[in-house]
């Protein structure tokens, strides 16, 4: 059975506190809450009547948490994925790439490149992981990494987070070892 806690701590990890940096198009973030994710909660945490980045700078850990819960691992179904380290993976992609993060599996797994969750691309998935889960992995991994070079040749402004974000898949892989 997977677990997004164990996930959670890996992205607690690689998400610091507040950022708004000027070349990320996803604006103001906190724990990897981007503003407009925030904004979409519907919480105001200081409760001055409006949402905005001054609550963003207030949210937890288990804000946190709770968002990545229901915004990415039940938007892959991750709790009927037949195995963590493959969870890990496509649930952090969609955390950081929004819809690529399921359109690029997809299209490894011979689906249509819709960017929804069904339960053809779980099953398909699940089928996948049972045939050989590795090899598998090794094609996310590798699909991934490129998607990261595609993102900066396309824009060359996100070469300033290239290197994080090469550390961050490196450290995904070597997190996901421990679940094989």
Not at 35 to 50: F, L, S
């Amino acid at each position: 059975m997977t677990d997004v806690n164990i996930l959670a701590k890996f992205i607690l990890k690689w998400e610091g506190g507040f950022v708004n940096n000027p070349n990320d198009p996803g604006g103001a973030t906190n724990k990897g809450v981007t503003i407009a994710v925030w904004k979409a909660q519907g919480y105001d945490k200081n409760g001055d009547g409006r949402i905005d980045v001054n609550d963003l700078k207030l949210i937890t850990d288990a804000d946190a948490i709770k968002i990545l819960k229901s915004n990415y691992w039940n938007r892959w179904f991750a709790d009927k994925i037949t195995s963590q380290a493959v969870a890990n993976t496509l649930v952090d992609w969609v955390w950081g790439s929004g819809a690529w993060g399921i359109k690029i599996p997809q299209r490894l797994l011979g689906l249509k490149e819709n960017g929804i969750v069904d339960y053809v691309t779980l099953n398909m998935l699940n089928n996948r992981i049972i045939k050989d889960k590795e090899a598998f992995l090794q094609d996310l991994y590798k699909a991934r990494y490129q998607y990261l070079n595609d993102i900066v040749k396309k824009n060359p402004k996100l070469q300033v987070f290239f290197k994080g974000w090469n550390n961050r898949m490196n450290d995904l892989v070597k997190f996901n070892k421990q679940f094989n």
